[in-house]
């Protein structure tokens, strides 16, 4: 029983230690830094074809030719299909680390686009189909996320025990999070016979054309930021 005691006391006294560490002005916490197998003068691949052609016009080829550089990873690839814009999304697609289901289904859902375009165009009467173009899935996708992506957004921030929505702007890459989270949330929005691809395909081209669900939520919340607009001035206070 005594050694126990003894224990407990100087498990005490190392934990009042600490906190009389920690509580000292003079102590600097050290942030973890992120670790990497490669050292630091290893440079990123250049994988792209374009990326490749422009090396060798500028010359920078010669001085990165006998520069190390990391391994590319297992997406990286010099399709023409490849996009990093599609990539992105298709990691906010995915579920439990399922990288190669989430890649099926925007494929799928892209080559519903696809089909859906060009059986619009053959239903079409001969003099309207000059004027029909048809388009890239991946640039129709990045046309629907530019139009969902939002310019401001709503933030609670407390003040006098009361907490307000204030609208504050939002940078591109929050923007283009929340135009992702929206049309994973319209997709899932739906009846139990319908696939999650063909309901992505229907919200993407519905985006593409300003119109539909996705729009519509980003056109709710810009309204909500405008009656809230009395509110602006807690950003700073």
Known sequence: MSSLTKLISTLARVSDTKLALLNHSNVQIISSAKMSQYPKYFIDPTFRNDELNALYETG??????????RAALTEHTSSEFYSSFTRKFIN?????????????????????????????????????????????????????????????????????????QVPVPVDDLQATILAYKWFIEASKDKERTVRFYNKLAKEIMDAANNTGRVVKKKLDLHKQCEANRAYAHYRWN
């Open 92 to 164: 906010h697609v995915m579920r439990k680390g399922n990288k190669q289901l989430a890649r099926e289904v925007v494929e799928k859902a892209f080559e519903v686009i696809k089909k859906t375009q060009i059986q619009k165009y053959h239903s079409l009467p001969p003099e309207k189909k000059v004027d029909f173009t048809i388009r890239d899935p991946h640039e129709l996708f990045h046309q629907a996320v530019i139009n969902v992506k939002p310019i401001m957004v709503l933030t609670p921030i407390k003040r006098g025990g009361v907490r307000y």
């Open 60 to 69: 920078e080829v010669k001085e990165k030719a006998l520069v190390p550089c």
